[in-house]
């Protein structure tokens, strides 16, 4: 069964015609939104009609035609909650039959047109003449309008309205139902219309004055095709015709040469007359327009560039969008990929997959890009870099990103490397050359002197054997700078106790050259994980080169600090020798580079590998004259 909720009831439609039918009134219940109206059987016999529903346009065809955009009116407006005291007319037959129509809202979908016939006012169906002037400035518009669509109730037709003059239909805009109709048609955000059948304007309301940019007075029985050529408003006239010659609703958009602007309209027509709603969609056009050029420019931008853009939903089950570029660089159907949006994993390099899947779940909280191998169908491996980032919207969050090709791009920077690894090589065994070469001149020189002379065999022994702890040293240096490569395991390691070692095993050289200590710690500094072996080298390099800095007599400051914001120990080792001038402090690390007369340069190049290797950073500041500081900050936990 069904029901019609009002604010205080809840009746069945059965009913509520049984309660009207009572009070000797009909009633038609209009639902909005599939704009139906189920009729009362007393209004279908009225209007010879056996079909109980109805759509709302052929409902408004038993009306008189100039009482349908009245009713239109008001039952297409959702602010008019109620009207009362509206008489209309509806075709019985060859009779119009007048009645007392009152709308009320039900609900926000319902709405009850209640109706009972005026006893005696029957008419044979008249002529209207619509061809009287327009009355002059001071007159009201809209009302004017309705006296021409109920010219039948003032000019006789009707005995018993036959008092009834042109002040009483002035006076009656005081109706309430009136006002509401006025209120409405000269308030809404569309313009309204209406045309006769010689295409003359009879009305048109104040929304309209502005889009035409003209007013009511000025156009008054005006030909529509004299403001509007039809060789310009071509289509116009065709939507227009087609409406009034097959008695059917047009709905089209076009433009307004002449003002510059685009409206929608929707002319609905009546037996003489067509109604019209325009309202100008210029701004929305332009903005649905730009939005389309944009979208055409991304388009063009994503088929024709080497990277491929993604959208994807936070979980990755589901693909959003993926630019056809994706074929050229994966070799996949993209179709293939929206069906099985995993489906792209599988051809990852076994190696980087992990890698992979943990980077794109970054993705929804952080910016993060990954690089890895990608098998293309064809067997070749690439090398691939995808960037990407959460986009938050309000009632959820996408991943939007971009893949690229960057196997051109690897195979350079390989090139670069061996290129450069070559020169390095290349640099470091000139070096060695260089290096080794002079101690053996020394030994081999020394050995055919003890050889020439059997009475002095033990008269050059300790030149030979220094040379040979020279050869030595380097080689040990080149052993200690190749043994970061193999990974040793961290463990928990007091920094401030290897500081303390390596500072204990130069005491006696310190008292020696009369330098003095001073060591000042942070209380607050933890144990990190790291490698003690390599961080004694580190400590005992730095105070070993301090201490050849100074002749004699000098400072030697070493302090450390916690870094807790950052998570880093600092430590520095500040002397006061003759320091190191700006040129030569930028090549301090190259190969054999060295500042002291007996140096082999690879000392500092061991201790700056050594500190980059613990996920640390080393720094040299020096002026001539003053001293050197060297800072060494260290990572609490490396990753």
Request: aromatic share 10%.
């Amino acid at each position: 069964m069904v029901r019609v909720s009002g604010r205080n009831n809840n009746l069945s439609i059965e009913e509520c015609f049984a309660l009207f039918n009572s009070l000797g009134k009909w009633v038609c219940i209009y639902e909005k939104e599939t704009e139906l109206l189920e009729c009362h059987p007393e209004f279908q016999q009225l209007i010879e009609e056996q079909q109980e529903n109805m759509e709302v346009e052929r409902w408004l065809t038993y009306f008189h035609v100039q009482d349908r955009s009245v009713l239109r009116l008001i039952l297409k407006d959702h602010n008019i909650r109620e009207t009362n005291g509206l008489q209309v007319r509806i075709l019985s037959g060859d009779i119009v039959v007048w009645i007392h129509l009152s709308i009320i809202e039900l609900s926000s979908n319902k709405t009850a047109i209640i109706g009972n016939t005026m006893d005696n006012y029957k008419t044979q169906k008249p002529s209207l003449d619509i061809t009287q002037p327009y009355p002059s400035n001071n007159v009201d518009h809209f009302m004017t309008w309705l006296s021409l669509i109920n010219k039948e109730m003032i000019t006789g037709d009707v005995p018993l309205l036959e008092e009834h003059s042109s002040t009483n239909i002035q006076e009656s805009s005081t109706n309430n139902a009136y006002r509401r109709l006025k209120e409405v048609v000269e308030k809404i955000p569309h313009g309204f219309a209406v045309i006769n059948q010689e295409w003359e304007i009879l009305y048109i309301n104040p929304t309209l004055e502005k889009i035409f940019h003209t007013s009511l007075q000025d156009v008054y029985k005006t030909s529509l095709w004299d403001l509007f050529p039809i060789d310009v408003y071509h289509n116009y006239f065709v939507q227009y015709t087609k409406a009034m010659e097959k008695k059917q609703v047009v709905h089209f958009q076009d433009y307004l040469y002449e003002l510059g602007k685009i409206v929608e309209v929707t002319a609905y027509p009546d037996a003489t007359e067509l109604t019209l709603f325009v309202q100008d969609i210029t701004e929305a056009k332009s903005y649905v327009d730009a939005l389309q050029e944009t979208e055409e420019r991304f388009s063009l931008l994503a088929e024709n560039v080497n990277e491929a853009f993604w959208i994807g939903t936070s979980t990755f089950h589901e693909w959003e969008y993926i630019s056809p570029s994706f074929e050229k660089i994966f070799g996949l159907p993209i179709t293939k990929l929206m069906q099985n949006s995993a489906i792209w994993l599988n051809y990852v390099h076994a190696d980087d997959r992990k890698k992979v899947i943990e980077s794109f779940k970054q993705m929804r909280k952080e910016k993060i890009a990954v690089e890895f191998r990608f098998q293309h169908p064809s067997g070749d491996w690439k090398w691939i870099r995808s960037k990407g980032y959460p986009l938050k919207k309000v009632d959820r969050t996408t991943v939007v990103g971009v893949l690229e090709d960057i196997t051109d791009a690897k195979e350079m920077d390989e090139l670069q490397a061996r290129s450069d690894q070559y020169e390095t090589v290349v640099r470091v065994a000139a070096g060695i050359a260089h290096e080794i070469r002079n101690p053996l001149t020394s030994i081999k020189g020394f050995l055919q002197l003890m050889l020439s002379n059997q009475s002095s065999d033990n008269q050059y022994s300790d030149i030979i054997f220094s040379e040979l702890a020279r050869i030595e040293t380097i080689v040990n240096e080149f052993m200690l700078l190749a043994k970061p490569n193999s990974e040793e395991a961290l463990m928990e390691t007091d920094v401030v106790d290897i500081i303390h070692y390596a500072a204990s095993l130069f005491g006696n050289q310190m008292k020696q050259q009369n330098v003095q200590l001073e060591m000042v710690m942070d209380s607050t500094i933890p144990l990190i994980k790291s490698d003690p072996k390599r961080l004694k080298q580190v400590f005992i390099n730095l105070v070993k080169n301090s201490l050849e800095a100074m002749d004699n007599a000098g400072e030697l400051l070493i302090s450390g600090r916690y870094l807790r914001g950052q998570r880093e120990l600092e430590f520095k080792v500040e002397d006061s020798g003759k320091g190191i001038e700006k040129e030569q402090l930028k090549r301090l690390g190259e190969p054999f580079y060295t500042t002291k007369e007996k140096g082999t340069g690879l000392g500092i190049m061991v201790t700056t590998k050594f500190v980059e290797s613990l996920g640390g950073r080393i720094q040299y500041e020096s002026e001539v004259g003053v001293g050197t500081t060297v800072t060494v900050t260290l990572p609490t936990n490396p990753k």
